[in-house]
């Protein structure tokens, strides 16, 4: 007969709380500001409706957030671990500049600057915040988040759930403003994006270094556009 694995021990709650925590639009990081590149396709009319706006962020998901910022959240976590520092600054690097704009390297920046000083205040004591905040010209979003989930011991496929969830809240929110949507159509894109994140995860965890990749060069046109749109409402 094939061996059962027992099921996994439930999260601590103090764990499951400080992960809904990073999860939520209500950590003081910004993520609500930036639409990343979605209110531009919303402008050139590539999303002009509901369906239209879950395809476009499911893409999203699947194509750049699995294959670059969920990879890195993981590798970076077990880097801070170890207290590889010298690991954290090469994936660090690897996710600055990978950025294809200008907007979307600023609002990484920006992000990880934020989660730096929010464990500065969390855990003040801890060496590994110091050596987050001395990474230059800053801490990149992914690499913040691997420390933040590794600061309060939650376990990686988990870390990279609430991370991603995160994200596609943001984004459905994004949706709802710039296309714009009503609140059930939000809640329908952001159940589609739930569906489909515990696969883009395991593959993310899953997937080898040397297939990393952040090419997604009409997400990077479009928000190179943004920069000089006439109107907007987010950060990118």
């Known amino acids: 007969m094939p061996r059962v694995r027992p099921a996994p021990a439930p999260l601590p709650a103090a764990t499951l709380l400080q992960l809904m925590w990073l999860a ?4 003081p990081v910004g993520g609500f500001s930036y639409s990343e ?3 531009a396709a919303v402008e050139a009319g590539h999303v002009t409706n509901e369906a239209q706006a879950a395809d476009w962020l499911d893409d999203q998901l699947t194509l750049a957030l699995g294959r670059a910022d969920l990879a890195v959240v993981a590798r970076s976590a077990q880097a801070w671990q170890r207290g590889n520092v010298a690991r954290v600054t090469e994936l660090n690097d690897w996710m600055r500049l990978t950025r294809e704009s200008s907007e979307l390297r600023q ?3 920006q992000m990880g600057r934020s989660l730096q000083d929010w464990l500065r205040q969390r855990a003040p004591t801890d060496p590994r915040v110091a050596a987050l905040g001395a990474l230059r010209p800053a801490p990149c979003w ?3 988040f691997g420390l933040a989930v590794t600061v309060i011991g939650a376990p990686l496929r988990e870390a990279l759930l609430a991370h991603g969830f995160g994200w596609a809240e943001n ?3 994004a949706a709802i403003k710039s296309v714009p949507l009503g609140q059930s159509a939000g809640q329908r894109i952001l159940a589609r994006l739930s569906q489909r994140l515990p696969v883009v995860v ?3 965890l899953a997937l080898p270094e040397s297939a990393w990749q ?5 997400l990077a046109i479009l928000s190179a556009r943004h920069e000089a749109q ?3 409402l987010f950060r990118s």
């Not at 939520?24 to 950590?27: D, E, G, Q, R, V």
């Not at 952040?214 to 009409?218: E, H, I, L, V």
Request: net charge negative; no cysteine.
């Open 24 to 27: 939520s639009p209500a950590l």
């Open 37 to 39: 590149g979605l209110e």
């Open 107 to 109: 609002q990484t920046e």
């Open 142 to 144: 992914p690499v913040a």
């Open 171 to 173: 984004m459905a929110q």
């Open 202 to 204: 395991d593959q993310a």
């Open 214 to 218: 952040a090419f997604t060069p009409g």
């Open 230 to 232: 006439y109107s907007r």
